[in-house]
C-alpha cells in the first residue's frame, strides 16, 4: 500500500473503536505502513493527520514495541501536532512510552528509550502542560512528566509549580487528577 492509497484508507477511519482498531491491526501487520502513518500523522495542517494519529495510537495500545524503529521520528516531530483530537493520541503515546520504560516487566521499550527522546517527550508534554489543550492530554502529560520525574530531579518541582498555580481555573477532571499527582509527588 502506497502512502496515498493508505491516506485515502483513512478517510474511512471514524472515532468507532471497531474502525481503529481495524486499521491499527492493518498497520501491526503491513510494518512498512509505519512511516507513512507518521508522515501523514505530522502533515499537521490536514484533518486526515487526526485520523492517523487515532489508529497511531491504537496501533501502540495493540503493540508498542512496533514504534521502536520510528522513535527518533516520532519524538523529534510530535511537537508539530497542534489540532485538539491528535494531540491527545500523542500525549497518549508519550505515556505509553513511558510507563513502558518504567515498567517492572522486562520489554524491549527500556533500551529502545534512549535520553534523547525522553528529552524531547518531557518537552512537548510541559507544553501541553502550559498550553490551552483539553484535559486528556494535560492528564495524560502529568502522569508522564510525573513518572520522568522519578529520574529528572527538576521535573517534579516544575509540575508541582504548574499544577499549584492553574488548579483553581483548570476542570474538574484537570483537578482529580492534579489531586492524585500531587499527592504521590509528595510521599
Given at each position: 500500500?502506497?502512502k496515498?492509497?493508505?491516506?485515502?484508507?483513512?478517510?474511512?477511519?471514524?472515532?468507532?473503536?471497531?474502525?481503529?482498531?481495524?486499521?491499527?491491526?492493518?498497520?501491526?501487520?503491513?510494518?512498512?505502513?509505519?512511516?507513512?502513518?507518521?508522515?501523514i500523522?505530522?502533515?499537521?495542517?490536514?484533518?486526515?493527520?487526526?485520523?492517523?494519529?487515532?489508529v497511531?495510537?491504537?496501533?501502540?495500545?495493540?503493540?508498542l514495541?512496533a514504534?521502536?524503529?520510528?522513535?527518533?521520528?516520532?519524538?523529534?516531530?510530535?511537537h508539530?501536532?497542534?489540532?485538539?483530537?491528535?494531540?491527545r493520541?500523542?500525549?497518549?503515546?508519550?505515556?505509553?512510552?513511558?510507563?513502558?520504560?518504567?515498567?517492572?516487566e522486562k520489554?524491549?521499550i527500556?533500551?529502545?528509550?534512549?535520553?534523547?527522546?525522553?528529552?524531547?517527550?518531557v518537552?512537548?508534554?510541559?507544553?501541553?502542560?502550559?498550553?490551552?489543550?483539553k484535559?486528556?492530554?494535560?492528564?495524560?502529560?502529568m502522569?508522564?512528566?510525573?513518572?520522568?520525574?522519578?529520574d529528572?530531579?527538576?521535573?517534579?518541582?516544575?509540575?508541582?509549580?504548574?499544577?499549584?498555580r492553574?488548579?483553581?481555573?483548570?476542570?474538574?477532571?484537570?483537578?482529580?487528577?492534579?489531586?492524585?499527582?500531587?499527592?504521590?509527588?509528595?510521599?
Amino acid at each position: 500500500m502506497t502512502k496515498d492509497q493508505l491516506y485515502n484508507e483513512l478517510n474511512y477511519v471514524n472515532h468507532s473503536r471497531e474502525k481503529r482498531l481495524h486499521y491499527a491491526n492493518l498497520v501491526i501487520n503491513n510494518p512498512d505502513l509505519i512511516p507513512e502513518l507518521l508522515e501523514i500523522l505530522f502533515m499537521a495542517d490536514d484533518k486526515i493527520s487526526c485520523r492517523a494519529a487515532w489508529v497511531f495510537e491504537f496501533m501502540c495500545g495493540e503493540k508498542l514495541e512496533a514504534i521502536i524503529p520510528y522513535l527518533d521520528d516520532f519524538t523529534l516531530n510530535m511537537h508539530k501536532v497542534y489540532l485538539d483530537s491528535a494531540v491527545r493520541p500523542v500525549a497518549k503515546v508519550c505515556e505509553y512510552l513511558v510507563k513502558a520504560y518504567y515498567s517492572k516487566e522486562k520489554n524491549n521499550i527500556q533500551t529502545a528509550l534512549k535520553p534523547i527522546h525522553k528529552e524531547r517527550i518531557v518537552e512537548v508534554c510541559f507544553d501541553y502542560m502550559i498550553n490551552d489543550e483539553k484535559i486528556a492530554p494535560k492528564a495524560y502529560s502529568m502522569n508522564t512528566l510525573f513518572l520522568l520525574g522519578r529520574d529528572i530531579d527538576w521535573i517534579h518541582p516544575e509540575l508541582v509549580m504548574i499544577l499549584e498555580r492553574d488548579f483553581q481555573i483548570q476542570s474538574s477532571g484537570f483537578k482529580a487528577r492534579a489531586k492524585h499527582i500531587l499527592k504521590k509527588i509528595k510521599k
